[in-house]
């Protein structure tokens, strides 16, 4: 699979360069392809090549931020997708002391793209600036605006800068996201639910109130309340469970619970158990956890899901494997593991398990 950076290569710096010059004849597009090119430009990762461009433009626009933020803005349309959000990051790093013009920026620019990243800067300088403006756009016809006003406002965004004062206190997101609740888009809902998602880790009672004042109006609702509430059922939130209706699964029991003793390295690790109860099982959500050896020789927990499902019978076999395939995100350090089966947030008996 192609490497994510190498959406900033030679073929994307050209053609940037191109549309620029004919906004902008005084940009010297050889100088400009040597100046980006000649800093060890191969090792650098995705956002290092993205800013590294940013601070190259700087050189070759206009040195005024409103002149050159507006040729960017005019090839902003040319520039779909991932590779577009170069232009919001010229923003975020140059426009800081320009709200309105850096304002009207990042609204084109997420059109064709995203301006995720780049507004959080403003958000921490200009906070109730801002969320007035995320208001504002949480109002716009376009959906790619709106899904800026929750995606922007993140406490805990992936891959950018936190929120202080919205991991400290949410209530000021509250009226954003009810704007944005039962949003047409698809897009834009997924984007509601990952911002209580993010807040339910700071404030889980918080997000238990909203789920509990939104949840039963609608199926698209109803997704968005349990997917931003992912976090607290994967923790085994007794709440969170009850407000989805899962069973109690006190009077249940686990039976027939196997696991291979010993699994290598690429192969995959199979087990399998029944759950049993003196009625109907009824909704059932399973899930199990490895704690995974570190290089330090403790054990982290990390839960899985299995499966989701209205079981009307009074026993359930399961039978699942995990692998240990070596991934980038996660690495494996051989010796003696665990496992356990959760089912509707109860974490039942562990096994171990040797990874050789």
């Given amino acids: 699979m192609e490497p994510f950076k190498n959406i900033f290569n030679e073929a994307f710096v050209s053609l940037l360069a191109t549309y620029l010059k004919a906004r902008y004849s005084d940009f010297d597009i050889d100088r400009f392809e040597k100046s980006v090119f000649q800093d060890d430009f191969e090792n650098k990762e995705l956002k290092q090549r993205m800013r590294h461009i940013t601070h190259c433009l700087k050189q070759f626009?206009?040195?005024?931020?409103?002149?050159?933020?507006?040729?960017?803005?005019?090839?902003?349309p040319k520039l779909e997708g991932l590779a577009n959000m170069v232009l919001p990051d010229f923003v975020e790093v140059y426009g800081i002391d320009d709200f309105d013009q850096s304002m009207k920026a990042l609204e084109v620019f997420t059109k064709h793209g995203s301006s995720e990243f780049g507004v959080r800067p403003f958000m921490v300088k200009y906070p109730q600036r801002m969320m007035q403006q995320m208001y504002n756009w949480s109002k716009s016809s376009n959906e790619h605006v709106r899904r800026l006003s929750s995606e922007g406002s993140r406490p805990r965004l992936p891959w950018a800068m936190s929120l202080p004062l919205l991991k400290k206190d949410p209530k000021p997101l509250l009226e954003l996201l009810e704007n944005l609740k039962d949003d047409p888009s698809e897009y834009v809902r997924r984007s509601v639910a990952n911002n209580?998602?993010?807040?339910?880790?700071?404030?889980?009672?918080?997000?238990?109130?909203?789920?509990?004042?939104?949840?039963?109006?609608?199926?698209?609702?109803?997704?968005?309340?349990?997917?931003?509430?992912?976090?607290?059922l994967k923790a085994g939130d007794?709440?969170?469970?009850?407000?989805?209706?899962?069973?109690?699964?006190?009077?249940?029991?686990?039976?027939?619970?196997?696991?291979?003793?010993k699994v290598k390295l690429g192969e995959k690790l199979s087990f399998s158990f029944t759950i049993d109860s003196?009625?109907?099982?009824?909704?059932?959500?399973?899930?199990?956890?490895i704690y995974f050896l570190k290089k330090n020789g403790k054990l982290s927990k990390k839960v899985f899901k299995i499966s989701e499902s209205i079981c009307k019978k009074y026993s359930k076999s399961v039978s699942k494997y995990f692998s240990f395939r070596p991934i980038t995100t996660r690495v494996y350090y051989k010796g003696v593991h665990e496992l356990s089966i959760i089912v509707n947030g109860k974490e039942f008996d562990k096994k171990q398990f040797t990874l050789i």
């Fill in 238 to 261: 007794t709440q969170a469970l009850t407000i989805f209706n899962y069973s109690n699964p006190d009077s249940m029991e686990l039976s027939n619970f196997e696991l291979d003793s």
């Fill in 196 to 232: 209580l998602n993010d807040i339910s880790k700071d404030h889980p009672s918080f997000v238990l109130d909203v789920a509990k004042s939104w949840i039963g109006k609608s199926k698209e609702r109803d997704w968005l309340v349990k997917h931003g509430c992912r976090t607290l």
């Fill in 278 to 289: 003196p009625k109907e099982l009824q909704k059932l959500r399973l899930e199990f956890a």
């Fill in 61 to 76: 626009l206009p040195q005024n931020f409103t002149e050159a933020s507006d040729l960017l803005i005019a090839i902003s």
